[in-house]
Protein backbone atom coordinates (compact mmCIF):
# COMPACT_ATOMS: atom_id res chain seq x y z
CA UNK A 1 0.00 0.00 0.00
CA UNK A 2 1.38 3.83 -1.15
CA UNK A 3 0.88 6.65 1.23
CA UNK A 4 0.09 10.18 -0.89
CA UNK A 5 0.38 13.62 0.23
CA UNK A 6 -1.07 16.98 -1.69
CA UNK A 7 0.87 19.53 -0.94
CA UNK A 8 -1.43 22.05 -1.47
CA UNK A 9 -3.76 20.99 1.46
CA UNK A 10 -1.49 18.51 3.53
CA UNK A 11 -4.16 15.70 2.97
CA UNK A 12 -2.73 12.44 3.40
CA UNK A 13 -4.32 9.32 2.19
CA UNK A 14 -3.13 5.33 1.85
CA UNK A 15 -3.94 3.51 -1.19
CA UNK A 16 -2.86 0.20 -3.40
CA UNK A 17 -3.91 2.77 -6.63
CA UNK A 18 -1.30 4.71 -8.29
CA UNK A 19 -2.13 8.46 -8.15
CA UNK A 20 -0.78 11.13 -10.45
CA UNK A 21 -1.64 14.49 -11.62
CA UNK A 22 -2.82 17.57 -9.51
CA UNK A 23 -0.30 17.98 -6.49
CA UNK A 24 -0.31 14.47 -5.16
CA UNK A 25 3.25 13.39 -4.13
CA UNK A 26 4.33 10.03 -3.10
CA UNK A 27 5.05 9.54 0.71
CA UNK A 28 8.57 7.48 1.03
CA UNK A 29 8.26 4.38 3.26
CA UNK A 30 10.08 4.90 6.63
CA UNK A 31 12.64 1.95 6.55
CA UNK A 32 11.04 -0.17 9.65
CA UNK A 33 13.56 -1.52 12.39
CA UNK A 34 13.61 -3.50 15.74
CA UNK A 35 11.55 -1.30 18.21
CA UNK A 36 12.74 -0.98 21.38
CA UNK A 37 11.42 -2.17 24.31
CA UNK A 38 9.55 0.30 26.58
CA UNK A 39 12.02 0.64 29.74
CA UNK A 40 9.84 -0.61 32.85
CA UNK A 41 9.43 0.99 35.72
CA UNK A 42 11.60 0.22 38.72
CA UNK A 43 9.61 -0.75 41.77
CA UNK A 44 10.12 1.30 44.48
CA UNK A 45 11.71 0.80 47.34
CA UNK A 46 10.21 -0.42 50.89
CA UNK A 47 9.49 2.45 53.11
CA UNK A 48 12.09 2.08 55.98
CA UNK A 49 11.77 3.08 59.40
CA UNK A 50 8.16 2.34 60.07
CA UNK A 51 6.25 2.81 63.42
CA UNK A 52 5.96 -1.29 64.00
CA UNK A 53 8.89 -1.82 65.36
Known amino acids: M ?3 KNKR ?3 VIATDLKISGGSWELVPE ?3 TA ?3 PKEAKPAPPDEGGSDE
Do not use: D, I, N, W
Open 9 to 11: TGA
Open 35 to 37: KAK
Open 2 to 4: ATY
Open 30 to 32: KKT
